[in-house]
């Protein structure tokens, strides 16, 4: 019975997780409509242009990133890995690995927050970057905050990067050796460790 119920928290999860992430797909795809509008009004574009090579390339690179994520038809699908320490077959499931790479993936959520927050992508910054002819976008805020603040960047960076991406490595790991280290259920706080 616990197991039904179980299965169907994950499935009812995951299905929230589609349906949020189709409206971000829509907000994605609206942003950049927004953006062509803007520039066409500020004359930057003329008004016969649409989405430039590198646009389309973003938005497809955007798309593909918020693509990947656990679906629920994933959720009862898995896969054989053998271990050659211990000469058995691992089962693990296809929803807990496109789970990891979608954590993986979206970072650059959190990346892109930061930096439009930061007072290199303000209107005077994109002012200043209009009369040089310059384009201040994410990777010109990034390179001027990491020249402003390079060793404290590089320490949070790698500070980050190691709890957050050892974690989901772990979490991957331990979800595939649960049948045969007996464990009988996932533990976070483990996972962590």
Same mark, same amino acid.
């Given at each position: 019975?616990?197991? @039904?119920?179980? *299965?169907?928290?994950?499935?009812?999860?995951? %299905?929230?997780? $589609?349906? =949020?992430?189709?409206?971000?797909? &829509? !907000?994605?795809?609206?942003?950049?409509?927004?953006?062509? @509008?803007?520039? *066409?009004?500020?004359?930057?574009?003329?008004? %016969?242009?649409? $989405?430039? =090579?590198?646009?389309?390339?973003? &938005? !497809?690179?955007?798309i593909i990133l918020n693509v990947v994520m656990p679906y629920p038809f994933t959720m009862d699908y898995t896969f054989q890995e053998y271990v050659y320490i211990n000469d058995i077959y691992v089962s693990k499931r296809y929803d807990t690995i496109l789970l990891v790479l979608m954590y993986f993936f979206r970072f650059y959520h959190i990346v892109t927050l930061n930096l439009i927050v930061t007072r290199f992508m303000d209107n005077r910054a994109q002012r200043v970057c209009g009369l040089y002819g310059a384009l201040c976008g994410f990777m010109f805020a990034f390179k001027c905050w990491f020249k402003q603040n390079s060793l404290v960047l590089s320490f949070v960076i790698y500070l980050f990067v190691s709890i957050v991406f050892g974690?989901?490595?772990r979490f991957n790991g331990e979800q595939a050796h649960m049948e045969n280290s007996g464990l009988q259920e996932f533990s976070w706080s483990n996972s962590m460790w």
């Open positions: 019975m616990e197991n @039904n119920s179980y *299965k169907g928290i994950r499935r009812t999860i995951l %299905i929230f997780n $589609l349906i =949020s992430t189709l409206i971000h797909l &829509l !907000a994605v795809a609206w942003n950049y409509y927004l953006l062509i @509008n803007y520039l *066409k009004i500020s004359k930057k574009m003329l008004k %016969i242009d649409s $989405l430039s =090579s590198s646009m389309k390339l973003n &938005l !497809a690179f955007e974690a989901l490595f």
